[in-house]
């Protein structure tokens, strides 16, 4: 196994973040989030159900600290060396009256870390509570500031070589929509649809193979489609139903997501109204989009079109998206919705998601996009209309 980039790019992350950590006078910052891990290390292993944090700092290279037996993964898929990578003893691990980052603290109150600037990563799924508890007990003399997204924020401009893996997380998304489209029928049960889709996701094509998505592969049939994010059961597909299937496809962690709408049958006129206005905002979004407007403005374009159907949506309509780890491949950013001043910027990657959940069925239509120099460019390229079967 080797580092996804040249250690350049990597370079060149760490020296955003560092930028971002002046601003904020920073003197180090715990990362917890395993995404912002990998972004900035290429640190990739299963592991982060257990504490792990990379630690940023002005004056020294970034340092993993995480369980013993998954300290090899730092030196498979990173270039740090030897004495970047610092675990902790197994008997920490899960175990009644001591935690690891108790470990972790004193690692950092040897670096002389006491008494400085540190910022966290407040708000991330994998950094709990009672481990800052631990870190702050372990060095009580220092400023702990909560430092939550800077680094996702970091991430969101794009280089041209996570660009190019985003092009091919993208082809595999294609790829795991034609094997939905290729197996939904009435009769065909969904866990059976999704054994095909995630196969191909991970399979990927003759050029290479795929990861786990960062969102698992959602189904929406029937009365389950009245809500956005329900997971795949053993129900048969029935005739008639109408089926929004929210499918992805993930390379070196980096995610593209596809959202298209399945008809088992006849449709009603309603549906089929629908996605033509959906269409038509999709249309209008992406001839909207470009760098230097803002969020509130392009999804200005969408509501305009929703407005002259009489038809509504409450959720935001994109997001940014690039590296992740489950549960989500969302950068918890840049939001496409009202009132949302962020500015886009181009190499800005952005899944405009377009959803509609009525009040017995629904539909979606979405598209992975890169912001460019003079406007939008989508990275998925898959029919958009109503696929009946």
């Keep these: 196994m080797v580092p996804p980039f040249e250690k350049s790019e990597f370079d060149a992350r760490l020296a955003k973040v ?6 904020g006078n920073l003197d180090a910052l715990v990362v917890g989030d395993p995404s912002n ?13 257990t504490p792990q944090v990379v630690v940023v700092r002005h004056d020294a290279e970034p340092v993993w600290m995480g369980r013993k037996m998954d300290a090899g993964a730092a030196w498979l898929t990173t270039y740090m060396t030897d004495d970047q990578v610092m675990p902790y003893p197994e008997d920490v691990v899960q175990r009644a009256g001591t935690h690891p980052m108790e470990v972790v603290g004193g690692y950092l109150r040897d670096f002389g870390l006491d008494g400085t600037s540190i910022g966290y990563e407040s708000d991330s799924y994998f950094f709990s509570p009672k481990a800052l508890r631990c870190l702050q007990a372990a060095l009580p003399n220092a400023n702990w500031v909560d430092a939550d997204l800077l680094v996702n924020w970091c991430r969101t401009v794009k280089s041209d070589a996570e660009v190019a893996m985003m092009r091919q997380a993208a082809r595999l998304a294609e790829g795991a929509m034609h094997a939905a489209y290729e197996h939904i029928a009435p ?4 866990c059976d649809l999704m054994s095909a889709v995630v196969a191909k996701q991970v399979g990927g094509n003759a050029e290479f193979g795929g990861d786990l998505t960062a969102l698992s592969p959602l189904i929406l049939a029937g009365p389950a489609a009245m809500t956005a994010h329900p997971m795949w059961t053993d129900e048969r597909f ?4 109408t089926v929004a299937l929210e499918i992805g496809g993930t390379r070196k962690r980096y995610n593209a997501g596809l959202a298209r709408t399945v008809q088992l049958g006849r449709g009603s006129k309603e549906l089929f109204d629908t996605a033509k206005a959906v269409e038509e905002g999709l249309e209008a979004v992406l001839a909207t989009m470009k760098p230097g407007l803002s969020a509130q403005e392009v999804h200005r374009a969408w509501q305009d079109v929703l407005d002259r159907y009489g038809l509504k949506k409450e959720s935001r309509i994109g997001y940014g998206i690039g590296v992740g780890y489950g549960p989500d491949w969302g950068e918890h950013t840049v939001s496409l919705r009202p009132n949302e001043a962020t500015v886009l910027q181009e190499n800005m990657t952005i899944h405009v998601m377009l959803g509609m959940w009525m009040d017995d069925w629904g539909m979606e239509m979405s598209e992975t996009t890169l912001v460019t120099a003079s406007g939008v460019e989508c990275l998925t390229n ?6 009946v079967v």
Excluded: C, I, K
Aim: a positive charge; aromatic letters at 18%.
């Design 18 to 23: 560092r930028a971002a950590m002046t601003v």
């Design 37 to 49: 891990q990998n972004w900035l290390t290429g640190y990739d292993a299963w592991s982060f159900y």
């Design 187 to 190: 009769g065909v049960r969904q």
């Design 238 to 241: 029935e005739s008639g139903q």
């Design 382 to 387: 898959f029919p958009r209309g109503v696929h």
